[in-house]
């Protein structure tokens, strides 16, 4: 089977092409081979190369940035996708595609459910929710998988960042009143090899939205603590943290508050749990 993989040095993407090794020729398209601003080119790539399952990888993740530039996070976040749910409807293939907690405005006390109602603060999950919303419309074999607080040993993320500036700085002050659980990608891919391997088994559950994130819960303080505690084990210096609430750090897109998905409805369609995030961070550690 041929796989397409959009995006190649994204953070999924890359632990994609290491972890579904085995599972049929992996074709990667990056930004070189497919421009997902140009609709034409998405559907030649994909008629070209007659895949028999599509995974969009690729998207505009600068939320900041999103809000100076909503023509660009549109065009790749909600129109690609719908072009790529097209091409795959009309293959009869199925599409993987990964969305995001920045659907929702962090307002509901409890984690979010899949029926729960979007309502993105920003153009970032605007856009996002859109192309959720273009890929059901479509009507083929669909997962959209949303996720949380990404991170892994590549690209930009926060944890890279921290692993840097706790050894640069005496004292940083984190964010302390947004809650959600930090997903590394190698997980993301974990997860996603073996819902791959369920419908190649015909032990598929049903098609449509799926949260994915991390067990349990922490803040970007939270989540800074632990980075923290592991350079100290390796005798490395560290900042000293402080918290602070986001009112502190003024951003140009606002933040959900509130970023816990609840996941229980991808364990109970297709018995795929995730592990605890500590766990998951250890393992990205070593």
Known sequence: MKILITGQHGQVSRELQLRLQGLGELIVLGRDQLDLADADQIRQQVRAHRPGLIINAAAHTAVDLAESEPDAAFAINAIAPRILAEEAKALGIPLIHYSTDYVFDGSKPAPYTETDTPNPLGVYGQSKLAGEQAITAVGGKHLILRTSWVYSNHGKNFLLTMQRLLQEKPQMRIVADQIGAPTWAGSIANSTRTLIERW??????????????????TSWFGFAQAIGEHLREQGKACAELEPIPSSAYPTPAQRPLNSRLDCSRLLQQWHVSQPHWQDALRECLA
């Not at 190649?200 to 819960?217: C, D, R, S």
């Open 200 to 217: 190649q088994a015909g032990e598929q559950g049903e098609w449509g939205i799926y949260h994915l994130t991390a067990g349990g819960e």
